[in-house]
C-alpha cells in the first residue's frame, strides 16, 4: 500500500463501539500504543473492522500537533502519544517535527517554522503526537 499520509501504524482491534451513524474504533499497536479512530457505520462494515482484526491507521503529518511536556493543557482530542522528538527538519514557512514513541514507531508532525520556535524545540525534547480521532483514517489489507 503507498499513501501520501506520513504516519501509518499497524495494529489490532480492540474495540469496536457503533453509533447512531459512527462507531468508534480502538486500535492498539505492537508497542502498546492506543489509537482512537472515528469512521462511518458503513466503513465499519464494508472494512470488516472487528476486535482482532488487523488495520493500518493513517494520518497526515498537517493534522498531528506537538505538546510539549509539563504543558499543563487538557484537550478534547483522543489521540495523544508521549515520545521523545528525535529530528527537526527545518524549512523556511513548515518544520517537521519526528517523535519516537518508546515502542520505537515514530510519529512525524507539519507545524510552522514559528510555533517550533515559539515552543522551543529541541531533539531530545519530551513531547506529544496529539491527533482527533476523526483525523485518522482505517485501512485494512484487501
Known amino acids: 500500500m503507498k499513501v501520501s499520509a506520513r504516519n501509518a501504524l499497524k495494529g489490532k482491534i480492540t474495540a469496536v463501539k457503533t453509533g447512531a451513524v459512527n462507531a468508534e474504533v480502538d486500535l492498539t499497536t505492537a508497542g502498546s500504543d492506543k489509537i482512537v479512530a472515528i469512521v462511518t457505520n458503513d466503513s465499519v462494515k464494508s472494512l470488516g473492522l472487528a476486535v482482532g482484526g488487523e488495520a493500518t491507521a493513517l ?20 489521540n495523544c502519544l508521549q515520545g521523545k522528538i528525535t529530528k527537526i527538519g527545518e524549512g523556511p514557512v513548515s518544520a ?27 531533539v531530545g525534547t519530551e513531547a506529544s503526537a496529539v491527533f482527533k480521532a476523526s483525523s485518522v483514517i482505517l485501512a485494512v489489507a484487501a
Open 59 to 78: 494520518i497526515k503529518a498537517t493534522s498531528v500537533l506537538v505538546l510539549i511536556a509539563g504543558s499543563g493543557l487538557k484537550l478534547s482530542a483522543r
Open 96 to 122: 517537521e517535527v519526528s517523535i519516537a514513541l518508546p515502542s520505537g514507531e515514530t510519529v512525524h508532525a507539519t507545524i510552522t517554522h514559528d510555533a517550533a520556535g515559539e515552543l522551543g524545540l529541541k
